[in-house]
């Protein structure tokens, strides 16, 4: 089992639909990101979390909706998408601090989004 | 403006041919340089961070340099298995990373 765990990995979808995608990490780390990768593009911060508190919230529409239960859990729920949101959606954690290894973002797999 | 740039966009290597890849950044502060290695269908994998100019990280095949203004990753007598994409990344918040396009490395047998 990963560090970091996502669920699904392929989801196709239709524009009406509501569908959650999942991200689960076992590191005790205290920080959850969710990234965007789109072709030729650098990843696209969407939102983080520190110990459940958003931090971020990168002008991300509201067709977008993150949850974060607890420290360990993130989620991210779609409606109404569009099909320019088809991407790879990444998501991370994180560990701050000054120790060796902190700041490194460890990611999931990811899960592919397609938009009907 | 934070900005991260990665050259080449693509290289393609005969087996044993050394290269380097480029990461070129212009932030208003660096707290760490992150390199990446992402296969096709997978999530980055963490490879060096850099966090002072004239730091260096090796592994393997792999050597990663910083200056001021860049990081080199330098790909020595590479194989096949190195083909993937690099994804080079700059720290500038607690929570904030800057990315590149990246790298598709292709090594030919």
């Known amino acids: 089992e990963t560090g970091v765990t996502q669920t699904p990995r392929h989801l196709v979808m239709g524009m009406t639909n509501k569908k959650s995608l999942k991200c689960e990490q076992h590191?005790?780390?205290?920080?959850m990101y969710w990234y965007k990768q789109s072709a030729k593009k650098p990843l696209e911060l969407m939102f983080v979390?520190?110990?459940?508190?958003?931090?971020e919230n990168n002008s991300v529409p509201s067709r977008f909706s993150p949850e974060c239960p607890n420290s360990s859990h993130l989620f991210l729920h779609l409606h109404t998408l569009q099909p320019e949101d088809s991407a790879l959606y990444l998501c991370?954690?994180?560990?701050?601090?000054?120790?060796?290894?902190?700041?490194?973002?460890?990611f999931g797999a990811g899960s592919r989004l397609t938009v009907l | 403006e934070d900005q991260v740039t990665q050259s080449p966009e693509a290289l393609r290597l005969q087996e044993g041919e050394s290269s380097s890849l480029n990461c070129s950044y212009t932030?208003?502060?660096?707290?760490?340089l992150f390199w990446y290695r992402q296969d096709p269908g997978k999530g980055p994998e963490f490879l060096f961070t850099l966090y002072s100019a004239g730091e260096e990280k090796e592994k393997e095949r792999l050597k990663a340099t910083l200056t001021k203004k860049e990081s080199f990753l330098h790909i020595t007598a590479p194989k096949p298995e190195d083909s993937a994409t690099y994804l080079c990344a700059v720290q500038v918040g607690t929570y904030k990373y800057i990315f590149g396009t990246g790298t598709r490395l292709k090594v030919l047998a």
């Open positions: 932030v208003s502060g660096l707290r760490g």
């Open positions: 991370a954690s994180s560990a701050a601090g000054g120790f060796p290894g902190a700041n490194v973002l460890t």
């Open positions: 590191l005790g780390h205290n920080a």
């Open positions: 979390y520190n110990f459940k508190e958003q931090t």
